[in-house]
């Protein structure tokens, strides 16, 4: 009797350890579906990151360096932009009263003077701004060029680079059609933006597509402001020389052109690409073929 | 009594002689005439009629499964294998004549016949399907990193925009499937984009 009394409580000892242990297993599945859920995994989801190789492009510091370059670069064009509307207005003028080519002609000179004073202050107001812009750019640009070398350039074979941006629809895609009518400071803004809305990190294929256009767009700005920086030390050694010839140099042109085109986004050749009409959904064959 | 034995047996020796000698001439002259007369008269009696070389042409018309299985029956022919891409291309002219999606699968199934008659070997059959109806790029290469390949990007870049229109002709114009030719698209930008700013990246070390 004692014997199966024993056996009795051994068993019912036995089934509370057991109801325990599967409870204790369904409290840690629902706590690992809850993470799950928390952190926006969906199961398929899971499989896809664990697919994926681990790309990260925008550390804090890069998407910070983003931030900043934004913010100086809206700061120098607030403080160029009336100074280049009027230079452009007075090289406007000047070739419309047909001064080129002609000498001697008071109002002329008196024209060329007024652009070439405002030429160097455009040029002095750059020189005020020039050195931050520079540090900022420079920041950014080497820390997405140590991102990109290592994370695409070195992980990656042109082909899985394929695969890894294909479809998905990217803002800035464009590179053969890549359009500039956005000013500076937006663009670094819409790069932050879209870095952001990613969280910086993940293998997004559309961060590495911002990510290779910040980069282009902070070679293009770093060209932009070496060619600047000479171009002040020339102005400042000719601008009197500049004055007594009675010239409107064709360097001068390029300058404020080069300038609006990179600061003020001035678009350059036709419009972009149209957008694709709207595809069939019907067919999804599958080669025995397909790579 | 010498002397006759003596004439006695040299026309003994003569009849040996001419014995012997006759049947030996007798099988040289049939021999003469079998091997020398024999065949050259067969020839003549029997004219053979010369067999007509097999003339390779390309499919025509505009019926693209007709065209396919007089491809099939041309390219059997060893001689005509070495024209297959004239034969491939010929069968995307016919297919822009009635674009649909069915044509994908009629071209997969082409190639894989092609790989199974030994006419392309499994990698070309793979190029020629990925390169026409698939969004991969098969000008982008897959051995070495994105580094690695920077040296040859302008090359890339060109066998690229080639590849594209190949992609145009079968996704758009063989199989009318603007989706997927407009994904190809769009990842000929975004691939150039990236490409070119990991090279600039690759090289400013």
Excluded at chain 1, 207 to 217: I, M, Q, S
Excluded at chain 2, 27 to 40: Q, T
Aim: aromatic fraction near 8%; hydrophobic fraction near 35%; charge should be positive.
């Amino acid at each position: 009797m004692q014997k199966e009394i024993n056996f009795t409580r051994q068993v019912s000892g036995n089934c509370l350890a057991c109801m325990y242990s599967s409870r204790l297993y369904f409290k840690v599945f629902l706590a690992v579906i809850m993470l799950g859920l928390l952190f926006g995994f969906a199961p398929g989801q899971l499989q896809a990151a664990q697919e994926q190789p681990t790309i990260r492009l925008f550390p804090t510091t890069v998407v910070e360096n983003i931030k900043q370059t934004g913010q100086t670069a809206q700061d120098m064009e607030e403080s160029l932009h009336g100074i280049i509307s009027d230079l452009e207005k007075q090289m406007q003028l000047y070739k419309s009263a047909k001064c080129e080519g002609s000498s001697g002609d008071e109002g002329c000179q008196k024209m060329i003077n007024k652009i070439n004073d405002k030429y160097l202050e455009m040029l002095r107001k750059m020189e005020e701004q020039l050195p931050k812009m520079e540090r900022s750019i420079k920041s950014t640009k080497s820390s997405l060029e140590t991102r990109l070398r290592n994370e695409l350039g070195k992980k990656m074979t042109p082909r899985e680079l394929q695969k890894m941006l294909s479809g998905k629809r990217s803002e800035a895609k464009q590179s053969r059609y890549r359009r500039r009518d956005r000013s500076l400071s937006q663009r670094f803004r819409k790069y932050y933006n879209l870095v952001k809305m990613h969280g910086g990190k993940a293998g997004s294929s559309s961060l590495a597509v911002v990510a290779a256009n910040t980069y282009l767009d902070t070679k293009e700005v770093e060209q932009l402001i070496a060619m600047t920086s000479d171009e002040i030390q020339r102005a400042k050694i000719y601008s009197q020389i500049n004055r007594s010839l009675g010239k409107v140099t064709p360097e001068m042109e390029q300058v404020v052109s080069s300038v609006k085109g990179v600061l003020f986004g001035e678009a350059k050749g036709g419009p972009g690409v149209p957008g694709p009409p709207p595809g069939s959904k019907d067919e999804e064959y599958q080669s025995p073929l397909e790579m | 009594m010498f002397k006759n034995n003596n004439m006695n047996s040299s026309k003994g020796m003569q009849q040996r002689y001419s014995f012997g000698i006759r049947p030996v001439i007798w099988i040289m002259a049939i021999f003469f005439l079998v091997f020398s007369l024999g065949p050259m008269i067969g020839c003549a009696s029997k004219p053979e009629p010369k067999p007509k070389p097999f003339q390779c042409q390309l499919p025509t018309g505009v019926n693209l499964d007709q065209a396919m299985a007089e491809a099939r029956s041309n390219l059997t022919h060893q001689k005509c294998q070495y024209r297959f891409d004239e034969y491939f291309q010929a069968l995307l002219e016919i297919g822009t004549g009635d674009p649909k999606a069915e044509n994908r699968k009629k071209f997969s199934n082409f190639l894989v016949w092609a790989n199974e008659q030994g006419i392309l070997n499994r990698v070309q059959a793979k190029e020629y399907f990925n390169r026409y109806f698939n969004t991969t790029f098969v000008a982008l290469p897959d051995d070495y990193n994105v580094c690695s390949n920077c040296a040859k990007q302008a090359e890339i870049v060109r066998s690229m925009e080639k590849e594209l229109r190949m992609k145009e002709k079968g996704l758009l114009r063989v199989c009318g499937d603007k989706k997927r030719y407009y994904q190809a698209n769009n990842d000929f930008d975004s691939v150039l984009l990236v490409l070119e700013a990991t090279c600039t990246a690759c090289e400013a070390r």
